[in-house]
T-cell receptor, first 114, second 113 residues
Framework: AQKVTQAQTEISVVEKEDVTLDCVYE???????LFWYKQPPSGELVFLIR??????QNEISGRYSWNFQKSTSSFNFTITASQVVDSAVYFC???????????FGTGTRLQVTL | GAVVSQHPSWVICKSGTSVKIECRSL??????MFWYRQFPKQSLMLMAT?????????EQGVEKDKFLINHASLTLSTLTVTSAHPEDSSFYIC?????????FGQGTRLTVV
């Protein structure tokens, strides 16, 4: 069975602080894909990143960075120097060949205040 | 990537009526589309997989007679919530997958009064 756990329900930070959103996944498949999506109040899902199971290289995109650790089955997301516009719900998701379904975590609500 | 258009963005309907939500893949022929439901402050839960030209596959616990899915063409899937009740009020999102990438519609916020 596939499972994604986002233990942090809500995080509140002050602007310019760094914040890390945790994601732990479970799957028996050796080939799988991990995603992060941002869901602002408007509701639409904004794609942030996709990582396949064979690529453990960490990635940086502007203020965003991702740390993929297969040894701990984690795919954490860090926002550096957070901004108010980063306030949203962030979902981690898992896609495996066996299930062929995108399984979402429960999401982390990030609130960035001035 | 694929562009997915969902309509309407929001709808308010009376209890007992039916509501149809459309999901269009504008630049990609999708043999499969996915319908998700998201209750307030909760995650997205897959309701069903819509297959072009055949019956949809529903997830456990989702009533197929209540949530009718029609995937009549490679670019259009519709979800009809029949005899809607207040507990059906939710955010419904469709998705198209191109290989291992998923593209989502803007979502439809349904309120049943």
């Amino acid at each position: 069975a596939q499972k994604v756990t986002q233990a942090q329900t809500e995080i509140s930070v002050v602007e310019k602080e760094d914040v890390t959103l945790d994601c732990v996944y479970e799957t028996r498949d050796t080939t799988y894909y991990l995603f992060w999506y941002k869901q602002p109040p408007s509701g639409e899902l904004v794609f942030l990143i996709r990582r396949n199971s064979f690529d453990e290289q960490n990635e940086i995109s502007g203020r965003y960075s991702w740390n993929f650790q297969k040894s701990t089955s984690s795919f954490n997301f860090t926002i550096t120097a957070s901004q108010v516009v980063d306030s949203a719900v962030y979902f981690c998701a898992l896609l495996t060949g066996t299930a062929s379904k995108l399984t979402f975590g429960t999401g982390t609500r990030l609130q960035v205040t001035l | 990537g694929a562009v997915v258009s969902q309509h309407p963005s929001w709808v308010i309907c009376k209890s007992g009526t039916s509501v149809k939500i459309e999901c269009r893949s504008l630049d990609f022929q999708a043999t499969t589309m996915f319908w998700y439901r998201q209750f307030p402050k909760q995650s997205l839960m897959l309701m069903a997989t819509s297959n072009e030209g055949s019956k949809a596959t529903y997830e456990q616990g989702v009533e197929k007679d209540k949530f009718l899915i029609n995937h009549a063409s490679l670019t259009l899937s519709t979800l009809t919530v029949t005899s809607a009740h207040p507990e059906d009020s939710s955010f419904y999102i469709c998705s198209v997958r191109m290989n291992t990438e998923a593209f989502f519609g803007q979502g439809t916020r349904l309120t049943v009064v």
